[in-house]
């Protein structure tokens, strides 16, 4: 008997909504389906905006969570139609998880455990999609375990290990969303999973290809391809401290933004756009080569999950700096790159009706495991 549950993405990219319908009662996962939203551009630059201190933005930020949950119900529901050919229906759907628009991500410091200052907060209203949809809603999966002083991030490493993970061989699986983050998965059963963001993925590649071009995102990488790298740009760019911190660490758009970019770019007035996506993709490019350099030495593989595993340059640039690597979409791995973060909530929203942890603490460095997210019944 099916074993459903659907899950909902909208990551940092901004680029919209990927949702999962994923039957577990196999030991290999399923999908059953798979749909997507596009966010029209006023509302992609909304929820930029909500991003940095602005005006209103209590009231801005609560209608986003609605739209936010009418989209993610959008998506549900096209899943269901779908689903209905295989003689499913809503109330065959065990739980939606829904990861929510993350915002804000000022996780605990250890020096700040005892404040209680850290946070990360996602746009979304489980409680609407709840009533759009007729089916549970798990969301908030990251609040536990910052207040257990975890990062509340990457929690995908744990079903990396379940999706990908191999008996004697370590694999890493890199995500290239909107942030990069990486998993490495020891094939020894004893060793402990270890993930972290390496740092920006397509933010800034797409902020910067968008503002030059009118385009959401550099196709394939073919504008980075046309440019040169400017090594000067590149050793700036890389001198952020947060590339030298050791993990737990996590990172989003309150870092890496368009407005730390144009700070660096002070000195670089008349260099070429093109040239700079070409040094914006090197950086996103060495930023995960050196993470899999420091902390991933004995991985042969690499599979990349992510809107980045279809920017053909980056993967180029990718393999050219792990030659003894093996550089890979996660679809030549079962699971195409879109569906990855998705179906990883699906399974997260599983793990928290099962009280069963979420988190690794290896990666995200709380406290200890922690049963993740708030459970909004049908």
Not at 137 to 160: I, M, N
Not at 243 to 268: A, I, M, N, V
Not at 279 to 305: G, I, M, N, Q, R
Not at 350 to 356: A, D, I, N, S, Y
Request: charged residues 15%; glycine residues 10%.
């Amino acid at each position: 008997m099916p074993e459903c549950y659907i899950g909902l993405m909208s990551g940092t990219s901004l680029d919209g909504v990927d949702g999962v319908l994923v039957d577990f009662s196999e030991p290999i996962l399923r999908i059953l389906a798979k749909a997507s939203l596009t966010f029209d551009n006023r509302f992609r630059s909304e929820l930029l905006a909500l991003n940095s201190p602005s005006h209103n933005e209590l009231h801005r930020a609560a209608r986003a969570g609605n739209q936010i949950a009418a989209d993610y119900a959008l998506v549900v529901a096209d899943l269901i139609g779908q689903a209905s050919s295989l003689g499913l229906v809503a109330a065959d759907i065990r739980a939606i998880g829904a990861h929510g628009q993350t915002v804000r991500h000022q996780p605990q410091r250890v020096s700040e455990l005892a404040s209680g200052t850290g946070y990360t907060l996602q746009l979304n209203n489980p409680a609407l999609l709840a009533e759009l949809t007729g089916i549970g809603v798990v969301a908030d999966f990251r609040s536990r375990d910052v207040a257990a002083g975890g990062q509340g991030a990457p929690l995908v490493p744990a079903f990396h290990r379940y999706v990908f993970g191999q008996a004697n061989a370590t694999v890493s699986v890199l995500n290239v969303g909107g942030i990069a983050n990486l998993s490495v998965l020891p094939g020894d059963a004893s060793q402990s999973v270890l993930g972290f963001d390496c740092g920006p993925g397509n933010a800034l590649m797409d902020a910067w290809c968008l503002q030059h071009t009118g385009q959401p995102f550099d196709a394939g990488g073919t504008w980075a391809a046309s440019g040169q790298c400017l090594p000067d740009l590149l050793a700036q760019l890389m001198r952020e401290p947060y590339f030298s911190q050791p993990p737990p660490k996590s990172t989003g758009r309150d870092l890496f933004s368009l407005t730390w970019l144009h700070d660096k770019l002070r000195d670089f007035a008349s260099a070429r756009p093109q040239d700079i996506q070409n040094t914006l993709t090197e950086l996103t490019a060495s930023a995960c080569v050196e993470s899999v350099d420091s902390y991933a030495k004995h991985s042969k593989s690499l599979v990349v999950c992510g809107g980045g595993a279809f920017n053909l340059y980056l993967m180029q640039r990718l393999q050219a700096g792990l030659p003894g690597v093996q550089v890979s979409a996660s679809d030549q791995h079962g699971l195409p790159p879109l569906e990855v973060e998705a179906a990883a909530f699906a399974w997260l929203a599983r793990q928290t009706l099962g009280q069963l942890p979420g988190n690794l603490p290896s990666v995200t460095g709380a406290a200890g495991p922690r049963i993740l997210g708030a459970i909004y019944p049908a």
